[in-house]
């Protein structure tokens, strides 16, 4: 006896995942669609279950941000995991929470930019970086004359900054 695709895959077809790794993506043959297939057997049948390998997506997020992906799955901050079909590019975006900017992404991303894009061949990994801004409060002073400024005088004031807490460039 033949066995079923729902008894080799175990597939839980009211949402299409099949096991980890496989989705089920829909019937040929005698049958059509991705509901389920229910066939007279009067005569002969030909039916064939179509499944797409999954590739899974981990984002981990250091810091103070958030990761989000189109197609959609991933929104987060720390950790998520989402499973996409194999071979698809997924676009992250990389939002960082009010006192903090984008450090970087590592993993299956590089660089610096506030976006990625990731195609899935394989599962991957990726880590979006984000650092707080330093509070540094700056204040300047200058000693300008308020009839120059009035009169339509061009006055050029030069500000030189420096944060004690940097070294020198």
């Known amino acids: 006896k033949q066995k079923s695709a729902y008894e080799i895959y175990q597939c839980d077809w009211s949402s299409d995942v099949c096991s980890s790794d496989l989705r089920f993506a829909g019937w040929g043959g005698d049958c059509s669609g991705t509901a389920f297939c229910s066939l007279t057997m009067s005569q002969a049948r030909n039916v064939t279950a179509t499944f797409v390998k999954l590739a899974k997506l981990t984002v981990d997020v250091q810091g103070g941000g958030s990761v989000q992906s189109t197609p959609a799955g991933i929104t987060c901050d ?8 194999d071979g698809t590019p997924v676009k992250l975006v990389a939002t960082p929470r009010a006192g903090y900017r984008f450090v970087g992404w590592s993993g299956a991303c590089s660089g610096t930019q506030l976006t ?4 899935l061949n394989g599962d991957k990994s990726v880590v979006a970086v984000f ?12 000693s300008l004359d308020r009839t120059e400024v009035l009169s339509g005088k ?3 004031v030069n500000v030189a900054l420096h944060n004690p807490n940097s070294s020198p460039r």
Not at 78 to 85: E, F, G, I
Request: aromatic letters at 4%; one cysteine or more; glycine letters at 0%.
């Open 116 to 119: 990625c894009t990731v195609r």
């Open 131 to 142: 650092a707080a801004i330093p509070n540094n409060p700056v204040s300047v002073t200058t």
């Open 78 to 85: 720390p950790d998520c995991v989402q499973s996409y079909d």
């Open 154 to 156: 061009r006055v050029v």
